[in-house]
């Protein structure tokens, strides 16, 4: 399937979206609609999303075993934001699947497993290339800012 989208001025000169959202979806029977005279039933099921934000295209993904990051502190009291956050991976079981004390800041891609801290993933590149998770091959690792 391929969609083009023009976007035009009131003279009808083309100009690029500021911000744009296009989701490719298909539509997945499910069910019904049998000899028992219920309607069918069908799903959407979301295929890729992109999202265009000026001349800037972005591929959203999901990563897998994130928690809500810990709520932001106050400017000026970095030592008791450091345990507050601390507490707050402790309490959400947000900690590193490696070391279990630090919080989960790294991702493996492409499994998209969100389960190392900055440390135990560099590490992981040193020693084994593996993710802990499901033993996939690490293509590269991504930071995710908490």
């Known amino acids: 399937m391929l969609v083009l989208l023009?976007?035009?001025d009131?003279?009808?000169?083309?100009v690029a979206p500021v911000k744009l959202q296009a989701t490719l979806a298909t539509l997945v029977y499910v069910g019904g609609g049998g000899a028992g005279g219920g309607a069918p039933e069908w799903r959407v099921r979301v295929l890729q999303q992109r999202l265009?934000?000026?001349?800037?295209?972005?591929?959203?993904?999901?990563?897998?075993g994130g928690a809500d990051a810990p709520p932001e502190a106050a400017a000026g009291a970095a030592a008791a934001a450091a345990a507050a956050a601390k507490a707050a991976v402790a309490e959400a079981g947000a900690e590193c699947v490696?070391?279990?004390?630090a919080p989960r800041t790294t991702a493996i891609l492409p499994c998209r497993h969100l389960c190392l801290c900055a440390?135990?993933?560099?590490q992981l590149c040193a020693s084994a290339n593996r993710c802990p998770v499901c033993r996939g091959d690490v293509g590269s690792l991504l930071s995710v800012a908490r």
């Not at 000026?54 to 990563?63: I, R």
């Open 52 to 64: 265009q934000v000026g001349d800037a295209t972005f591929v959203p993904q999901t990563l897998f």
């Open 119 to 122: 440390d135990c993933a560099t």
């Open 6 to 8: 023009t976007v035009v």
């Open 10 to 14: 009131a003279a009808g000169e083309p």
């Open 98 to 101: 490696v070391c279990l004390e």
